[in-house]
């Protein structure tokens, strides 16, 4: 018999999570012959929320009122799947299955510790964040013993990376006064790094006609965001004094097409990712299977799909970067924790890899062009939907104890000659 499994997570928001939950759901659909997915969606934060009326979103809104009158009938899940940060995961059903893009430092916080064996199986998006997960222990001394005693975790972790994604291009109007545009994607807040990212380029590009594309909000695309995200930006860049480089802001909703033709625009030609740690790194990721050359760090979540199995570095501008304690500034109790440490690119390394870039290219784009676009085909053949799919429900098979080549479906075909 097919398994009740409940689906908690910030499905239909416009944030990490949400594309998190969109693509792990799309994996265990496919599956229908195993599982009954049940939905119950989550708030992220004060994100916005998806608009598009498409198959999926009537989908998902069928399946809210399914579980509701699932739930009011009195029936039971077989297993919970909750997509969101580890301290808020739950005992919702015999088996558990807690999903976390999991963490951009090296350690996780304690209570991180105490749901994730809570859990029967976790799954994260990264190596780093396994690794992390795996490698933190807290030690203490028990109040009635005094004897010293190790807290780690002890539930299984599987790495599950994102799939990549196929997109038509389509024409996106912008007037960009430059004709080399360099990009960067990033929320506005400390762990982006996106005022200094602003900031180093025009140091660098201060007396030359180059673009900066920054597409970015602080917390929703709303009018009222555009226009605070406008002000903090246009302030750092005044303050920057005298230039002919420019700086444009990219802000509001755009649909995943949108984003893929932002990647492969004429006028756009490198992404730059000065991020302190990534879970993952969607939009490195997104730019590096579109064949957009990428300047980042080897640190955290794109080690994955920026290095081969064989830990050799494809084509990419690495940065050189420093583990430093995270500022007090940013600490978050139950989830970024004083103790713990993120990376700090190089002002000097980030500036040369700007200019390597931009050397190269204006040199030979197409030599540039043809590097990364074989690059990219690498990263589509390793990241397939077909591939993380599958990997997808095997971790989830995994914590049910129950064979993904095996159908569940009680289903019977039958024909009569």
């Not at 990490?16 to 693509?23: I, K």
């Not at 625009?265 to 590096?288: N, Q, R, W, Y």
Request: with cysteine; proline share 5%.
């Amino acid at each position: 018999m097919k398994k009740n499994i409940l689906f908690k997570g910030p499905l239909l928001t416009r944030s990490g999570y949400g594309e998190q939950s969109r693509f792990a759901l799309r994996a265990l659909r496919e599956r229908s012959d195993l599982f009954n997915i049940y939905v119950q969606p989550l708030q992220w934060g004060k994100t916005s929320w998806i608009s598009e009326e498409d198959p999926e979103r009537m989908w998902i809104d069928q399946a809210i009122e399914k579980t509701i009158a699932f739930i009011q009938s009195g029936a039971t899940f077989d297993a919970s799947f909750q997509v969101t940060i580890p301290n808020e995961w739950e005992k919702l059903a015999p088996v558990n299955i807690g999903f976390t893009a999991g963490i951009e430092t090296t350690k996780v916080a304690y209570p991180w510790i105490q749901k994730g064996n809570e859990m029967d199986r976790i799954v994260v998006v990264s190596n780093h964040s396994k690794k992390v997960y795996n490698e933190t222990v807290y030690i203490g001394t028990h109040p009635e013993t005094g004897v010293e005693v190790q807290a780690k975790l002890e539930t299984p972790v599987d790495t599950v990376n994102y799939p990549v994604k196929t997109f038509e291009p389509i024409d996106l109007d912008l007037d960009l006064k430059h004709n080399v545009n360099f990009l960067c994607v990033a929320q506005y807040g400390p762990r982006k790094n996106l005022e200094n990212t602003v900031r180093w380029f025009i140091e660098e590009f201060r007396s030359e006609e180059v673009g900066l594309v920054v597409k970015s909000n602080i917390t929703k695309n709303s009018i009222g965001d555009r226009k605070q995200m406008f002000f903090k930006l246009a302030q750092l860049v005044r303050s920057t004094g005298e230039k002919k480089c420019t700086v444009h802001l990219l802000h509001g909703d755009m649909t995943d097409q949108e984003m893929h033709s932002l990647y492969t625009h004429d006028k756009i030609h490198c992404l730059a990712s000065l991020s302190h740690g990534e879970g993952f790194g969607l939009p490195i990721f997104e730019a590096a299977y579109s064949g957009l050359p990428v300047i980042t760090t080897a640190w955290s979540g794109q080690n994955d799909f920026l290095f081969a199995a064989d830990n050799k570095a494809h084509e990419f501008y690495i940065v050189e970067h420093d583990l430093a304690p995270i500022p007090e500034a940013v600490i978050w109790d139950g989830v970024l924790i004083k103790e713990s440490e993120w990376c700090y690119p190089r002002e000097h390394s980030v500036r040369s890899k700007f200019r390597e870039f931009y050397s190269e290219y204006s040199l030979n784009p197409k030599k540039v062009e043809k590097r990364f676009k074989k690059d990219a085909k690498r990263i589509k053949e390793t990241f397939s939907p077909e591939r993380q799919n599958a990997l997808m429900v095997e971790s989830v098979c995994a914590a049910l104890n129950i064979d993904p080549s095996q159908s569940l479906d009680d289903t019977v075909m039958l024909e009569f000659g």
